[in-house]
């Protein structure tokens, strides 16, 4: 699986781009090099509510078949893009394409789109069988096949022979798989998916997120798919647009997001990297050493000489940190704030002085440091990203 | 003994006054009423206690009163026609004030709700003063049109409560399934308002059926509704006639509401069954 990810996922990585350049090609230049239009455009979209501004400049292609997902904490705009594909908002600015046909004047009954709430919203008063035909009936499909489909969406979402049921009659689980099948049914052109699993229990979201995932390949449907659930969305995208505050901080794959955050605010909703701020003291072409404000020197690969004096951000994700005697090059003295026990890891909280704390996540090997005990951790030079004193990834 | 047994004690007093005097308020609610239907079928020449004997001569009377019937007819159709329009209209403006923005809503909230709060009286005096502004004569639409303003605001708030409680997600759902806004009202918000619609109906033919004091200055000169009718029987003398004639106003006007409601439960169950995999 993971092979297929990467697999899929290579040919939009060109160059491992910041913010401002990943919008820019996604918008402009990837329709034709990817072969064919993309399911989905928006170009400088804005959106408004009134005098409130929720989406800003928001550019970003969709490669047909792909899984897209908008990750981003509350109130940063999420719904409102999806719902301005579907045609429940009107947006204020810039264009939307589906299927390279622009949709400003399509009223959404002819959009030809899925959507699954993450209140699953089935119609109560019908059965199962009248949910998922819905939109084949709207569409004139002959009754005969209207049965077919239907009962293939059912026992593609794994039920079958629950036509009869009411919605009412069903699990949250059970809900959340017709109203996937109610959405996938008549072949939209593509499936938007608002925080589909979050009104569902832990064990039940997890097995919905390969559900999806798998229902997704196997129908080659495009898919974008919302959610503030970092783990969701680094697990089930092709690409993820984070966005913050109305606009997109970085769009990539889930390991380019991972590992090289193009921003701060990427760095820190990703996954809680440590950010240590720190002004360069020396440079070349591939280092720079950097002085913390906490006190330590560490020398960390960069893109490109800096100016000595800059300021600037060193980012390590917890799990790039090595805590012992380990022999990596960078090494910071602390003491341990505090200790939590994972089973196969351990996380620490370690102070390193300057009012600093790091946080390390470790595989448990030998003894495990408590608090109060001194300790180093380290990481290497690569295991770094640099931001400028903007907050942005020095490239 | 104890101070809690004493307690219990007061305790037991103060709900045996409580139950008493319930019983006394709905003795005097129902008294009127119980008495009406008794005596309806009483044998004696006056409408009054003690009863002589059993006798269905009333109605039988009734039934050869030809004003009567007339009475019970126009009273009829016109709550009939006030019961369609005003449910029409009361769930079309329920569904707007709730789905849609737009300028001079909280005007219209509050002009449609303006009938049910200003005195009966002072509205029929209103619209008849307005219908000879413009010179037209009192007609049976004039007063169709009168109930139907009285109806509407009833039948507006219960279908605005129910239409609160339908959430947008399911229109949604239609339209991007593919059905235009009048289908996806027609398929999913219709019949989730279904209670709303029967309960708004059977509200507004009772109000038309029930309404004396605004019919008394809109209705055209020689017609008569079933109230308006009873008063001026009344004028007359009264004959134990009046008491059939009150048993057949409590019939309609409790049994119709009833006969929707056991309908609607019908309905309900009948979908039900139509879905043998039902747990319980
Ligand atoms: N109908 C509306 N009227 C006014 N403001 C709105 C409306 N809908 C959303 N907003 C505002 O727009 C911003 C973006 O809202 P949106 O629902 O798109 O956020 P979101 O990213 O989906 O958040 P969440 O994760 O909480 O669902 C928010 O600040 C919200 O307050
Ligand atoms: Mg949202």
Known sequence: MPDKLTDQTSKPRPSPAGASQAVAGSAAARPGAEGGTPAVEFR??????????????????????????????????????????????????????????????????????????????????????????????????????????????????????????????????????????????????????????????????????????????????????????????????????????????????????????????????????????????????????????????????????????????????????????????????GRVVSTSYLGSSAIYEVDIGGRTTIRANTPISGKIAREGEAIDVGFGPADCVLLDENGSRIA | MSAAARGNREGRWAWRLTGFVTLCVYIFLFAPIIATVVLSFNASMFGGFPMTGFSLQWYGKLLGNEQVLAAFRTSMWIALVTAVITTAVGVVTAYTLIRFEFRGKQMLNTLVILPALVPETILGVGLLVAIKAVDQPRTSLLLVLGHILLAVPYVVLIAQARMVGIRRVYE????????????????????????????????????????????????????????????????????PEINALGTVMILVTVGIPLIGGLLLQGLTRLRRRGNPEEKT
């Open chain 2, 172 to 239: 949604e759902a239609a339209l991007s399934l593919g059905a235009s806004r009048l289908a996806s009202f027609r398929e999913i918000t219709l019949p989730l308002l279904v209670p709303a619609v029967v309960a708004g109906a059977l509200l507004a033919f009772t109000i038309s059926f029930d309404n004396t004091s605004a019919s008394l200055f809109w209705r055209p000169a020689g017609v008569e509704t079933m109230p308006t009718q009873i008063l001026s029987m009344l004028k007359i003398s009264i004959s």
């Open chain 1, 44 to 333: 400088d979209i804005d959106i408004a509510y009134g005098k409130f501004v929720a989406v800003r400049d928001f550019s970003l292609a969709i490669r047909r078949g792909s899984f897209v997902t908008l990750l981003g904490p509350s109130g940063c705009g999420k719904t409102t893009i999806l719902r301005s594909i579907a045609g429940l908002v009107d947006i204020s600015g810039g264009q939307i394409s589906i299927g390279g046909r622009r949709v400003d004047d399509v009223p959404i009954y002819k959009r030809n789109i899925g959507l699954v709430f993450q209140s699953y919203a089935l119609f109560p008063h019908k059965n199962v069988f009248d949910n998922v035909a819905f939109g084949l009936k709207y569409r004139n499909v002959p009754k005969a096949d209207i049965q077919r489909k239907v009962r293939q969406a059912l026992e593609m979402v794994r039920l079958p022979g629950s036509e009869k049921k009411l919605p009412s009659q069903l699990s949250g689980g059970q809900q959340q798989r017709i109203a996937l099948a109610r959405a996938i049914v008549f072949e939209p052109e593509v499936l938007l998916l608002d925080e589909p699993l979050s009104a569902l229990d832990a064990n039940m979201r997890e097995e919905m997120r390969v559900e999806i995932k798998k229902i997704q390949k196997e129908t080659g449907i495009t898919a974008i798919f919302v959610t503030h659930d970092q783990e969701e969305a680094l697990s089930m995208s092709d690409r993820i647009v984070v966005m913050n505050a109305g606009a997109v901080e970085q769009i990539g794959t889930p390991e380019e997001v991972y590992e090289t955050p193009a921003t701060a605010f990427v760095a820190d909703f990703l996954g809680k990297a440590n950010m240590l701020a720190g002004t360069v003291s020396a440079a070349d072409q591939q280092t720079a050493t950097v002085s913390l404000a906490a006190g330590q020197t560490v020398t960390v690969a960069s893109p490109r000489a800096l100016a000595p004096g800059a300021a600037v951000t060193v980012v390590v994700r917890p799990q790039k940190l090595a805590v012992g005697p380990a022999a990596t090059s960078n090494r910071l003295a």
